[in-house]
Protein backbone atom coordinates (compact mmCIF):
# COMPACT_ATOMS: atom_id res chain seq x y z
CA UNK A 1 0.00 0.00 0.00
CA UNK A 2 1.91 3.10 -1.09
CA UNK A 3 1.25 6.43 -2.87
CA UNK A 4 2.37 7.07 -6.25
CA UNK A 5 2.84 9.78 -9.02
CA UNK A 6 5.38 10.79 -12.09
CA UNK A 7 4.90 12.05 -15.22
CA UNK A 8 5.02 11.31 -19.26
CA UNK A 9 6.32 14.06 -21.30
CA UNK A 10 5.89 14.96 -24.96
CA UNK A 11 8.79 14.43 -27.11
CA UNK A 12 11.75 16.86 -26.58
CA UNK A 13 10.39 17.76 -23.15
CA UNK A 14 12.25 16.43 -19.68
CA UNK A 15 10.47 15.56 -16.30
CA UNK A 16 10.11 18.81 -14.17
CA UNK A 17 12.51 17.48 -10.79
CA UNK A 18 11.45 20.17 -8.48
CA UNK A 19 7.40 19.41 -9.38
CA UNK A 20 7.82 15.50 -8.90
CA UNK A 21 9.51 16.49 -5.63
CA UNK A 22 6.13 18.59 -4.71
CA UNK A 23 4.07 15.70 -5.54
CA UNK A 24 6.35 13.16 -3.81
CA UNK A 25 6.12 15.16 -0.48
CA UNK A 26 2.48 15.95 -0.98
CA UNK A 27 1.61 11.62 -0.54
CA UNK A 28 4.65 11.30 2.09
CA UNK A 29 1.83 10.26 4.51
CA UNK A 30 0.70 7.15 1.86
CA UNK A 31 4.08 5.64 2.23
CA UNK A 32 6.44 7.32 5.02
CA UNK A 33 8.71 3.58 4.83
CA UNK A 34 10.56 4.88 1.94
CA UNK A 35 10.40 6.02 -1.20
CA UNK A 36 11.14 4.91 -4.75
CA UNK A 37 12.73 6.66 -7.98
CA UNK A 38 12.82 6.14 -11.43
CA UNK A 39 14.07 8.64 -13.88
CA UNK A 40 13.84 8.16 -17.69
CA UNK A 41 14.37 10.62 -20.83
CA UNK A 42 10.63 11.23 -21.00
CA UNK A 43 9.45 10.29 -17.90
CA UNK A 44 9.51 9.51 -14.61
CA UNK A 45 8.19 8.10 -11.42
CA UNK A 46 7.96 8.38 -7.59
CA UNK A 47 6.93 5.63 -5.36
CA UNK A 48 5.82 5.96 -1.50
CA UNK A 49 6.43 2.90 0.24
CA UNK A 50 3.69 1.70 3.46
CA UNK A 51 5.56 -1.53 3.83
CA UNK A 52 2.90 -4.66 4.25
CA UNK A 53 4.19 -7.54 2.04
CA UNK A 54 7.73 -8.49 2.03
CA UNK A 55 9.06 -5.47 4.14
CA UNK A 56 12.79 -6.04 3.36
CA UNK A 57 12.55 -6.90 -0.46
CA UNK A 58 9.45 -5.53 -1.82
CA UNK A 59 11.40 -1.88 -2.47
CA UNK A 60 9.71 -0.65 -5.57
CA UNK A 61 10.19 0.66 -8.78
CA UNK A 62 10.20 -3.45 -9.80
CA UNK A 63 12.30 -3.29 -13.00
CA UNK A 64 12.72 -5.95 -15.77
CA UNK A 65 15.35 -4.70 -18.58
CA UNK A 66 13.87 -1.51 -19.72
CA UNK A 67 10.55 -1.78 -18.31
CA UNK A 68 9.53 -0.47 -14.60
CA UNK A 69 6.10 -0.75 -12.58
CA UNK A 70 5.11 1.08 -9.49
CA UNK A 71 2.10 0.41 -7.24
CA UNK A 72 -0.80 1.19 -4.72
CA UNK A 73 -2.52 -1.90 -3.92
CA UNK A 74 -2.81 -5.38 -2.99
CA UNK A 75 -2.79 -7.95 -5.79
CA UNK A 76 -4.85 -10.81 -3.74
CA UNK A 77 -3.95 -13.63 -6.43
CA UNK A 78 -0.15 -13.31 -6.27
CA UNK A 79 0.48 -16.91 -5.62
CA UNK A 80 -2.04 -18.14 -8.71
CA UNK A 81 -0.04 -15.24 -10.93
CA UNK A 82 3.23 -16.88 -9.61
CA UNK A 83 2.27 -20.11 -10.59
CA UNK A 84 1.84 -19.58 -14.34
CA UNK A 85 5.70 -17.93 -14.63
CA UNK A 86 9.08 -19.76 -14.44
CA UNK A 87 10.03 -19.47 -10.61
CA UNK A 88 13.50 -17.75 -11.03
CA UNK A 89 11.22 -14.90 -12.82
CA UNK A 90 10.79 -12.89 -9.75
CA UNK A 91 13.19 -10.76 -7.55
CA UNK A 92 10.57 -10.19 -4.74
CA UNK A 93 8.32 -11.72 -2.84
CA UNK A 94 5.78 -8.84 -3.30
CA UNK A 95 2.37 -8.82 -4.42
CA UNK A 96 2.57 -6.16 -6.93
CA UNK A 97 5.94 -7.25 -8.53
CA UNK A 98 4.17 -10.12 -10.52
CA UNK A 99 1.70 -7.31 -12.64
CA UNK A 100 4.79 -6.02 -14.50
CA UNK A 101 5.37 -9.42 -15.45
CA UNK A 102 2.12 -10.51 -16.91
CA UNK A 103 2.07 -6.99 -18.65
CA UNK A 104 5.16 -7.52 -20.65
CA UNK A 105 3.64 -11.13 -21.07
CA UNK A 106 -0.12 -10.09 -22.05
CA UNK A 107 0.15 -6.56 -23.17
CA UNK A 108 -2.24 -4.02 -21.95
CA UNK A 109 -5.24 -6.14 -21.10
CA UNK A 110 -3.09 -7.46 -18.30
CA UNK A 111 -5.12 -6.02 -15.58
CA UNK A 112 -7.91 -9.06 -16.46
CA UNK A 113 -5.61 -11.33 -14.46
CA UNK A 114 -5.67 -9.03 -11.44
CA UNK A 115 -7.58 -9.91 -8.54
CA UNK A 116 -6.94 -7.01 -6.07
CA UNK A 117 -7.14 -3.44 -5.21
CA UNK A 118 -4.89 -1.25 -7.43
CA UNK A 119 -3.63 1.56 -8.50
CA UNK A 120 -0.58 0.98 -11.17
CA UNK A 121 1.95 3.03 -13.38
CA UNK A 122 4.27 1.03 -15.72
CA UNK A 123 6.29 2.50 -17.97
CA UNK A 124 8.99 1.21 -20.80
CA UNK A 125 11.66 2.54 -22.68
CA UNK A 126 12.23 1.39 -26.04
CA UNK A 127 13.76 3.02 -29.37
CA UNK A 128 13.77 6.15 -27.74
CA UNK A 129 10.07 6.07 -27.37
CA UNK A 130 8.58 5.66 -23.66
CA UNK A 131 5.18 4.05 -23.59
CA UNK A 132 3.18 4.31 -19.93
CA UNK A 133 0.30 2.37 -19.02
CA UNK A 134 -2.19 3.53 -15.49
CA UNK A 135 -4.27 1.33 -14.08
CA UNK A 136 -7.02 1.29 -11.91
CA UNK A 137 -8.87 -1.64 -9.98
CA UNK A 138 -12.67 -2.43 -11.00
CA UNK A 139 -14.45 -1.26 -8.15
CA UNK A 140 -12.41 1.54 -7.67
CA UNK A 141 -11.25 0.93 -4.05
CA UNK A 142 -7.51 2.77 -4.99
CA UNK A 143 -7.31 5.59 -6.27
CA UNK A 144 -5.77 7.71 -9.58
CA UNK A 145 -5.78 11.15 -10.83
CA UNK A 146 -4.02 12.49 -13.95
CA UNK A 147 -4.09 15.93 -15.45
CA UNK A 148 -2.77 16.69 -18.95
CA UNK A 149 -0.65 20.01 -19.10
CA UNK A 150 1.38 21.59 -21.91
CA UNK A 151 4.28 19.01 -21.61
CA UNK A 152 2.43 15.49 -21.20
CA UNK A 153 0.23 14.13 -18.56
CA UNK A 154 0.77 14.10 -14.61
CA UNK A 155 -0.40 11.65 -12.32
CA UNK A 156 -0.79 10.61 -8.91
CA UNK A 157 -2.48 8.73 -6.28
CA UNK A 158 -4.24 12.17 -4.97
CA UNK A 159 -5.44 15.30 -6.67
CA UNK A 160 -3.66 17.03 -4.08
CA UNK A 161 -0.46 16.23 -5.00
CA UNK A 162 -1.42 17.40 -8.93
CA UNK A 163 -2.02 20.86 -7.19
CA UNK A 164 1.47 20.87 -5.24
CA UNK A 165 3.43 19.76 -8.75
CA UNK A 166 1.53 22.80 -10.67
CA UNK A 167 -0.83 20.54 -12.86
CA UNK A 168 -4.47 21.70 -12.54
CA UNK A 169 -6.07 24.45 -11.20
CA UNK A 170 -6.89 25.71 -7.35
CA UNK A 171 -10.61 26.84 -8.49
CA UNK A 172 -13.93 25.29 -8.10
CA UNK A 173 -15.93 23.81 -11.15
CA UNK A 174 -19.71 24.99 -10.53
CA UNK A 175 -21.34 22.01 -11.54
CA UNK A 176 -19.28 19.73 -8.92
CA UNK A 177 -19.90 22.11 -6.83
CA UNK A 178 -23.55 21.94 -7.34
CA UNK A 179 -23.58 18.12 -7.17
CA UNK A 180 -20.92 18.10 -3.71
CA UNK A 181 -23.89 20.02 -2.21
CA UNK A 182 -26.75 18.23 -3.03
CA UNK A 183 -25.01 14.90 -3.45
CA UNK A 184 -22.25 15.17 -1.10
CA UNK A 185 -19.56 13.28 -4.08
CA UNK A 186 -19.17 13.82 -7.15
CA UNK A 187 -19.34 12.19 -10.10
CA UNK A 188 -17.86 10.51 -13.52
CA UNK A 189 -14.24 11.49 -14.23
CA UNK A 190 -14.13 14.83 -13.91
CA UNK A 191 -12.94 16.11 -10.86
CA UNK A 192 -13.75 19.69 -8.77
CA UNK A 193 -10.40 21.27 -9.85
CA UNK A 194 -9.95 22.05 -13.40
CA UNK A 195 -7.97 20.15 -15.45
CA UNK A 196 -7.64 17.19 -13.18
CA UNK A 197 -9.63 13.94 -13.67
CA UNK A 198 -9.95 10.43 -12.21
CA UNK A 199 -8.89 7.60 -14.34
CA UNK A 200 -12.54 5.12 -13.79
CA UNK A 201 -12.89 2.32 -11.91
CA UNK A 202 -11.28 -0.35 -13.96
CA UNK A 203 -9.74 2.23 -16.70
CA UNK A 204 -6.23 1.55 -17.92
CA UNK A 205 -4.76 4.04 -20.05
CA UNK A 206 -2.04 3.55 -22.57
CA UNK A 207 0.30 6.77 -22.77
CA UNK A 208 2.54 6.77 -25.38
CA UNK A 209 5.70 10.26 -25.24
CA UNK A 210 3.11 12.01 -23.08
CA UNK A 211 -0.07 11.38 -25.46
CA UNK A 212 -2.81 9.00 -24.23
CA UNK A 213 -3.27 6.50 -27.32
CA UNK A 214 -6.07 3.90 -26.09
CA UNK A 215 -8.21 3.69 -23.24
CA UNK A 216 -10.00 0.40 -21.88
CA UNK A 217 -12.03 -0.76 -19.25
CA UNK A 218 -12.74 -3.45 -16.35
CA UNK A 219 -16.52 -3.61 -14.91
CA UNK A 220 -16.87 -5.35 -12.68
CA UNK A 221 -20.07 -6.61 -13.19
CA UNK A 222 -19.88 -7.54 -16.74
CA UNK A 223 -17.16 -9.91 -15.01
CA UNK A 224 -19.57 -11.12 -12.26
CA UNK A 225 -22.36 -11.41 -14.24
CA UNK A 226 -23.51 -15.34 -14.84
CA UNK A 227 -26.41 -17.49 -15.79
CA UNK A 228 -28.19 -18.70 -11.97
CA UNK A 229 -30.39 -21.65 -11.72
CA UNK A 230 -33.54 -20.95 -12.00
CA UNK A 231 -34.57 -23.26 -9.39
CA UNK A 232 -31.31 -22.06 -6.96
CA UNK A 233 -32.19 -22.80 -3.16
CA UNK A 234 -31.59 -21.23 -0.52
CA UNK A 235 -28.99 -23.69 0.82
CA UNK A 236 -27.54 -23.93 -2.59
CA UNK A 237 -26.93 -20.01 -2.39
CA UNK A 238 -25.81 -19.91 1.31
CA UNK A 239 -23.41 -22.50 0.50
CA UNK A 240 -22.24 -20.62 -2.41
CA UNK A 241 -21.62 -17.51 -0.34
CA UNK A 242 -20.06 -19.12 2.31
CA UNK A 243 -17.17 -20.40 0.00
CA UNK A 244 -16.94 -16.56 -1.58
CA UNK A 245 -16.80 -15.19 1.50
CA UNK A 246 -14.64 -17.44 2.89
CA UNK A 247 -11.96 -17.32 0.08
CA UNK A 248 -12.21 -13.54 0.20
CA UNK A 249 -11.58 -13.01 4.24
CA UNK A 250 -8.82 -15.51 3.67
CA UNK A 251 -7.03 -13.56 0.96
CA UNK A 252 -7.58 -9.86 2.93
CA UNK A 253 -5.82 -11.90 6.08
CA UNK A 254 -2.90 -11.90 4.31
CA UNK A 255 0.06 -9.49 5.47
CA UNK A 256 3.53 -9.36 7.28
CA UNK A 257 2.29 -6.71 9.67
CA UNK A 258 0.09 -6.86 11.96
CA UNK A 259 -3.87 -6.10 11.14
CA UNK A 260 -7.21 -5.56 12.63
CA UNK A 261 -11.41 -4.78 11.89
CA UNK A 262 -13.22 -1.53 12.54
CA UNK A 263 -16.66 -3.31 14.33
CA UNK A 264 -19.46 -1.15 13.93
CA UNK A 265 -22.21 -3.81 14.82
CA UNK A 266 -23.54 -4.05 11.62
CA UNK A 267 -24.16 -6.82 9.18
CA UNK A 268 -21.29 -6.15 7.01
CA UNK A 269 -18.51 -5.94 9.57
CA UNK A 270 -19.80 -8.68 11.53
CA UNK A 271 -19.87 -10.67 8.33
CA UNK A 272 -16.56 -10.22 8.29
CA UNK A 273 -15.75 -11.00 11.27
CA UNK A 274 -17.17 -14.17 11.05
CA UNK A 275 -15.19 -15.24 8.24
CA UNK A 276 -11.90 -14.29 10.16
CA UNK A 277 -12.90 -16.36 13.15
CA UNK A 278 -14.11 -19.61 11.29
CA UNK A 279 -10.61 -19.68 9.63
CA UNK A 280 -8.88 -18.98 13.09
CA UNK A 281 -7.86 -15.66 13.09
CA UNK A 282 -6.29 -15.73 16.79
CA UNK A 283 -7.59 -12.79 18.89
CA UNK A 284 -8.78 -10.46 16.39
CA UNK A 285 -8.00 -6.81 17.18
CA UNK A 286 -11.33 -4.92 16.55
CA UNK A 287 -12.51 -1.24 17.17
CA UNK A 288 -15.67 0.27 17.59
CA UNK A 289 -16.70 4.50 17.50
CA UNK A 290 -19.41 5.70 19.86
CA UNK A 291 -20.04 9.36 20.17
CA UNK A 292 -20.59 11.76 23.91
CA UNK A 293 -24.07 12.89 22.18
CA UNK A 294 -26.57 11.06 20.53
CA UNK A 295 -29.11 8.23 21.07
CA UNK A 296 -27.80 5.79 18.26
CA UNK A 297 -25.25 3.41 19.54
CA UNK A 298 -24.22 0.27 19.02
CA UNK A 299 -20.97 0.18 20.72
CA UNK A 300 -22.25 -1.92 22.90
CA UNK A 301 -23.43 -4.60 20.73
CA UNK A 302 -19.99 -4.76 18.99
CA UNK A 303 -18.36 -4.78 22.04
CA UNK A 304 -20.36 -8.10 23.17
CA UNK A 305 -19.95 -9.57 19.63
CA UNK A 306 -16.41 -9.08 20.01
CA UNK A 307 -16.00 -10.49 23.52
CA UNK A 308 -17.83 -14.04 21.43
CA UNK A 309 -14.79 -14.77 19.68
CA UNK A 310 -12.53 -13.64 21.82
CA UNK A 311 -11.19 -9.99 20.49
CA UNK A 312 -9.23 -7.63 21.79
CA UNK A 313 -11.73 -4.96 21.14
CA UNK A 314 -11.22 -0.81 22.18
CA UNK A 315 -14.15 1.31 22.13
CA UNK A 316 -13.00 5.33 20.89
CA UNK A 317 -15.50 7.72 22.22
CA UNK A 318 -15.41 10.72 20.00
CA UNK A 319 -16.30 13.62 21.36
CA UNK A 320 -17.64 17.31 20.51
CA UNK A 321 -14.27 18.85 21.36
CA UNK A 322 -12.72 16.24 19.77
CA UNK A 323 -14.35 17.33 16.67
CA UNK A 324 -14.02 20.84 16.69
CA UNK A 325 -10.62 20.40 17.30
CA UNK A 326 -9.48 18.22 14.24
CA UNK A 327 -11.86 18.84 11.90
CA UNK A 328 -10.73 20.88 9.88
CA UNK A 329 -7.17 18.11 9.95
CA UNK A 330 -10.35 15.35 8.99
CA UNK A 331 -11.58 17.55 6.02
CA UNK A 332 -8.30 18.57 4.38
CA UNK A 333 -7.47 14.73 3.88
CA UNK A 334 -10.41 14.83 1.70
CA UNK A 335 -8.76 16.62 -1.25
CA UNK A 336 -11.44 14.86 -3.69
CA UNK A 337 -14.55 16.42 -1.66
CA UNK A 338 -17.02 13.91 -0.25
CA UNK A 339 -18.58 15.62 2.39
CA UNK A 340 -19.79 12.48 4.36
CA UNK A 341 -20.04 12.94 7.83
CA UNK A 342 -18.63 9.16 8.89
CA UNK A 343 -15.30 10.61 7.37
CA UNK A 344 -15.14 12.09 11.47
CA UNK A 345 -15.40 8.55 13.06
CA UNK A 346 -13.49 6.88 10.20
CA UNK A 347 -10.26 9.50 10.78
CA UNK A 348 -10.55 8.92 14.71
CA UNK A 349 -10.94 5.35 14.48
CA UNK A 350 -7.45 5.25 12.18
CA UNK A 351 -5.80 7.18 14.61
CA UNK A 352 -6.22 4.89 17.18
CA UNK A 353 -5.90 1.45 15.45
CA UNK A 354 -2.86 2.78 13.59
CA UNK A 355 -1.02 2.47 16.98
CA UNK A 356 -1.52 -1.63 17.00
CA UNK A 357 -1.97 -2.09 13.33
CA UNK A 358 -0.74 -1.22 10.11
CA UNK A 359 -3.93 -2.87 7.43
CA UNK A 360 -7.50 -2.58 8.60
CA UNK A 361 -10.23 -4.48 6.93
CA UNK A 362 -13.80 -2.73 6.64
CA UNK A 363 -17.15 -3.85 5.73
CA UNK A 364 -17.62 -1.30 2.19
CA UNK A 365 -19.13 -2.62 -1.02
CA UNK A 366 -21.68 -5.25 1.51
CA UNK A 367 -24.68 -2.64 1.10
CA UNK A 368 -24.39 -2.25 -2.72
CA UNK A 369 -23.95 -5.92 -3.58
CA UNK A 370 -26.15 -7.43 -0.71
CA UNK A 371 -28.86 -5.10 -1.27
CA UNK A 372 -29.07 -2.86 2.08
CA UNK A 373 -30.43 0.23 1.96
CA UNK A 374 -33.61 1.60 2.36
CA UNK A 375 -33.63 3.46 -1.05
CA UNK A 376 -33.53 -0.50 -2.78
CA UNK A 377 -36.92 -1.03 -1.14
CA UNK A 378 -38.30 1.99 -2.13
CA UNK A 379 -37.30 1.32 -5.80
CA UNK A 380 -38.98 -1.93 -5.91
CA UNK A 381 -42.14 -0.57 -5.03
CA UNK A 382 -44.32 0.19 -8.11
CA UNK A 383 -44.93 4.35 -7.75
CA UNK A 384 -48.56 4.22 -6.91
CA UNK A 385 -47.35 2.67 -3.61
CA UNK A 386 -44.48 5.25 -2.74
CA UNK A 387 -41.44 3.58 -4.74
CA UNK A 388 -39.22 5.86 -6.52
CA UNK A 389 -35.86 5.90 -7.73
CA UNK A 390 -32.64 6.64 -5.72
CA UNK A 391 -30.95 10.34 -5.62
CA UNK A 392 -34.36 12.05 -6.56
CA UNK A 393 -33.79 14.41 -3.88
CA UNK A 394 -30.77 16.90 -3.36
CA UNK A 395 -29.78 18.10 0.54
CA UNK A 396 -30.75 21.64 -0.47
CA UNK A 397 -33.79 20.78 -2.38
CA UNK A 398 -34.93 24.17 -4.15
CA UNK A 399 -32.84 25.55 -1.32
CA UNK A 400 -29.56 26.38 -3.82
CA UNK A 401 -30.16 29.12 -5.81
CA UNK A 402 -29.84 28.43 -10.07
CA UNK A 403 -29.34 24.90 -9.54
CA UNK A 404 -32.26 22.94 -10.63
CA UNK A 405 -32.22 19.27 -11.39
CA UNK A 406 -28.96 19.76 -13.45
CA UNK A 407 -26.83 18.62 -10.36
CA UNK A 408 -28.27 15.31 -11.16
CA UNK A 409 -27.09 15.10 -14.61
CA UNK A 410 -23.81 12.71 -13.69
CA UNK A 411 -26.17 10.22 -12.44
CA UNK A 412 -29.27 10.52 -15.27
CA UNK A 413 -26.28 9.77 -17.31
CA UNK A 414 -24.90 6.59 -15.50
CA UNK A 415 -28.51 5.59 -15.37
CA UNK A 416 -29.08 5.43 -18.80
CA UNK A 417 -25.35 3.75 -20.00
CA UNK A 418 -26.52 1.41 -17.61
CA UNK A 419 -28.85 -0.96 -19.56
CA UNK A 420 -30.78 -2.31 -15.96
CA UNK A 421 -33.94 -2.09 -14.46
CA UNK A 422 -35.20 -2.96 -11.12
CA UNK A 423 -33.49 -3.92 -7.93
CA UNK A 424 -29.82 -4.52 -10.00
CA UNK A 425 -29.97 -0.58 -11.74
CA UNK A 426 -29.96 1.04 -8.81
CA UNK A 427 -27.20 -1.31 -7.31
CA UNK A 428 -25.21 -0.42 -10.19
CA UNK A 429 -25.86 2.92 -10.12
CA UNK A 430 -24.59 3.27 -6.52
CA UNK A 431 -21.87 0.76 -7.19
CA UNK A 432 -20.35 3.10 -10.05
CA UNK A 433 -20.85 6.08 -8.75
CA UNK A 434 -21.40 6.40 -4.74
CA UNK A 435 -19.23 3.49 -3.65
CA UNK A 436 -15.62 4.54 -5.70
CA UNK A 437 -16.87 8.32 -5.13
CA UNK A 438 -17.58 8.56 -1.55
CA UNK A 439 -17.26 5.46 0.18
CA UNK A 440 -14.00 4.27 -0.63
CA UNK A 441 -12.14 7.69 -1.26
CA UNK A 442 -13.74 8.41 2.41
CA UNK A 443 -12.29 4.98 4.04
CA UNK A 444 -8.63 5.23 1.64
CA UNK A 445 -8.15 9.57 2.55
CA UNK A 446 -9.00 8.77 6.32
CA UNK A 447 -6.76 5.78 6.70
CA UNK A 448 -4.42 6.51 4.39
CA UNK A 449 -3.59 10.36 6.31
CA UNK A 450 -2.69 8.18 9.15
CA UNK A 451 -0.57 5.84 6.91
CA UNK A 452 -3.04 2.68 7.47
CA UNK A 453 -4.45 0.43 4.74
CA UNK A 454 -7.92 -0.43 4.74
CA UNK A 455 -8.99 -3.65 3.19
CA UNK A 456 -12.92 -3.85 1.77
CA UNK A 457 -13.51 -8.24 1.66
CA UNK A 458 -16.66 -7.59 0.30
CA UNK A 459 -15.68 -5.61 -2.80
CA UNK A 460 -13.81 -8.82 -3.87
CA UNK A 461 -14.06 -10.51 -7.67
CA UNK A 462 -15.06 -13.67 -6.10
CA UNK A 463 -18.01 -12.22 -4.17
CA UNK A 464 -19.50 -10.03 -6.49
CA UNK A 465 -19.84 -13.37 -8.79
CA UNK A 466 -21.28 -14.90 -5.88
CA UNK A 467 -23.84 -12.17 -5.67
CA UNK A 468 -24.59 -9.93 -8.38
CA UNK A 469 -26.63 -12.01 -10.50
CA UNK A 470 -29.12 -13.66 -7.93
CA UNK A 471 -32.77 -13.00 -7.77
CA UNK A 472 -33.86 -10.54 -6.17
CA UNK A 473 -35.58 -12.75 -3.46
CA UNK A 474 -32.01 -13.33 -2.55
CA UNK A 475 -31.10 -10.01 -1.44
CA UNK A 476 -34.47 -8.39 -0.33
CA UNK A 477 -36.87 -10.66 1.57
CA UNK A 478 -39.60 -9.99 4.65
CA UNK A 479 -38.72 -6.95 4.63
CA UNK A 480 -35.41 -7.18 5.22
CA UNK A 481 -32.25 -5.85 2.95
CA UNK A 482 -29.34 -8.15 2.56
CA UNK A 483 -31.20 -10.99 3.23
CA UNK A 484 -28.75 -14.10 2.45
CA UNK A 485 -26.05 -12.38 4.22
CA UNK A 486 -28.18 -11.82 7.14
CA UNK A 487 -29.15 -15.40 7.19
CA UNK A 488 -25.40 -16.61 6.34
CA UNK A 489 -24.15 -14.53 9.34
CA UNK A 490 -26.87 -16.30 11.60
CA UNK A 491 -25.71 -19.84 11.30
CA UNK A 492 -22.00 -18.59 11.02
CA UNK A 493 -22.07 -15.99 13.86
CA UNK A 494 -25.15 -16.05 15.66
CA UNK A 495 -24.79 -14.17 18.53
CA UNK A 496 -24.91 -11.03 16.09
CA UNK A 497 -28.23 -11.48 16.11
CA UNK A 498 -28.65 -10.53 12.05
CA UNK A 499 -32.51 -9.78 12.02
CA UNK A 500 -33.16 -7.69 15.30
CA UNK A 501 -33.74 -4.53 14.75
CA UNK A 502 -30.82 -2.22 14.41
CA UNK A 503 -30.84 1.03 16.56
CA UNK A 504 -28.42 2.37 13.23
CA UNK A 505 -25.13 4.33 13.61
CA UNK A 506 -24.76 8.04 13.05
CA UNK A 507 -23.13 10.81 13.62
CA UNK A 508 -24.62 13.92 16.04
CA UNK A 509 -23.23 16.59 13.85
CA UNK A 510 -27.09 18.59 14.29
CA UNK A 511 -26.72 18.72 17.95
CA UNK A 512 -23.27 19.59 17.89
CA UNK A 513 -23.77 22.35 14.72
CA UNK A 514 -26.89 23.41 16.65
CA UNK A 515 -25.08 24.12 20.58
CA UNK A 516 -22.10 26.36 18.37
CA UNK A 517 -24.63 27.72 15.81
CA UNK A 518 -24.59 31.58 17.26
CA UNK A 519 -20.54 31.36 16.20
CA UNK A 520 -20.51 28.70 13.78
CA UNK A 521 -23.28 30.10 11.59
CA UNK A 522 -22.02 33.38 11.11
CA UNK A 523 -18.30 32.40 10.33
CA UNK A 524 -19.49 30.20 7.68
CA UNK A 525 -22.00 32.75 6.47
CA UNK A 526 -19.10 34.95 5.74
CA UNK A 527 -17.14 32.69 4.05
CA UNK A 528 -17.05 34.02 0.05
CA UNK A 529 -17.24 30.18 -1.23
CA UNK A 530 -20.48 30.18 0.71
CA UNK A 531 -22.01 33.50 -0.17
CA UNK A 532 -22.01 32.07 -3.80
CA UNK A 533 -24.67 30.12 -3.15
CA UNK A 534 -26.33 31.20 -0.36
CA UNK A 535 -27.42 34.38 1.68
CA UNK A 536 -26.05 34.72 4.95
CA UNK A 537 -29.30 35.07 6.73
CA UNK A 538 -30.17 31.87 5.24
CA UNK A 539 -27.13 30.38 6.79
CA UNK A 540 -27.58 31.17 10.03
CA UNK A 541 -30.90 30.39 10.18
CA UNK A 542 -29.47 26.36 9.03
CA UNK A 543 -27.33 26.51 11.66
CA UNK A 544 -29.46 27.68 14.36
CA UNK A 545 -32.16 24.71 13.35
CA UNK A 546 -29.44 22.36 13.03
CA UNK A 547 -31.30 19.45 14.88
CA UNK A 548 -34.49 20.10 12.35
CA UNK A 549 -35.27 17.50 10.35
CA UNK A 550 -32.92 17.92 6.87
CA UNK A 551 -31.01 21.04 8.53
CA UNK A 552 -27.91 18.78 10.33
CA UNK A 553 -27.28 17.21 6.88
CA UNK A 554 -27.51 20.89 5.48
CA UNK A 555 -25.75 22.53 7.85
CA UNK A 556 -22.69 19.69 8.40
CA UNK A 557 -22.53 20.48 4.28
CA UNK A 558 -21.90 24.03 4.15
CA UNK A 559 -19.51 23.86 6.76
CA UNK A 560 -17.68 20.94 5.48
CA UNK A 561 -17.52 22.98 2.17
CA UNK A 562 -16.57 25.99 3.82
CA UNK A 563 -13.49 24.53 5.52
CA UNK A 564 -12.61 22.30 2.47
CA UNK A 565 -12.36 25.29 0.03
CA UNK A 566 -10.47 27.35 2.80
CA UNK A 567 -7.80 24.54 2.70
CA UNK A 568 -7.84 23.26 -0.68
CA UNK A 569 -8.43 26.70 -2.74
CA UNK A 570 -7.67 29.34 -0.79
CA UNK A 571 -4.79 27.43 0.82
CA UNK A 572 -5.15 28.10 4.64
CA UNK A 573 -3.49 25.90 7.08
CA UNK A 574 -5.81 23.33 8.66
CA UNK A 575 -3.67 22.69 11.68
CA UNK A 576 -6.27 25.05 13.68
CA UNK A 577 -9.22 24.45 15.09
CA UNK A 578 -12.59 24.71 13.51
CA UNK A 579 -13.11 28.92 14.59
CA UNK A 580 -9.60 29.62 13.88
CA UNK A 581 -9.57 28.11 10.61
CA UNK A 582 -12.85 29.68 9.60
CA UNK A 583 -11.35 33.22 10.97
CA UNK A 584 -8.23 33.59 9.47
CA UNK A 585 -7.27 36.24 6.96
CA UNK A 586 -6.10 34.44 3.51
Excluded at 235 to 249: C, F, G, I, K, P
Excluded at 258 to 273: K, N, Q, R, V, Y
Excluded at 446 to 453: F, I, K, P, Q, R
Aim: charged share 20%.
Amino acid sequence: MCGIAGLSCLPGKAPDQAALERMSAAIFHRGPDGEGRLDLTGAALRHRRLSIVDIAGGTQPFRVGNAALIANGEIYNDPDIRSTFPADRFQTRSDCEPPLHLWLRDGTGYTHELRGMYAIAAVENEQGQHEMLLSRDPFGIKPLYIAEYEGGIAFASEAQALLAGGFGVRRVRSKARNELLQLQFTTGQKTVFPGIRRLLPGETLRIVDGRIVESRRRHALQEATETIPADLTDEQALRRLDAALTDSVHAHLRADVPLGLFLSGGIDSSAILAAAHKLGLPRPMTWTARFDTGKADESTDAAALAASVGADHHVLTVTEAMVWSHLPAIVACMDDPAADYAIIPTWFLAQEARKDVTVILSGEGGDELFAGYGRYRRAMKPWWRGGRGPWRSGTFGRCVPGQGRQWRAGLAAMELSQRLTGLPAVQALDIAEWLPNDLLLKLDRCLMAHSAEGRTPLLDPVVAKAVWSLPDHFKVRDGYGKWLLRRWLQDALPQAKPFAPKQGFTVPVGPWIEKQSQRLGPLVAQQSCIQDVMAPQNVERIFSTATQRGHALQAWTLLFYALWFRHHVEGIPADGDVFETLSRAR
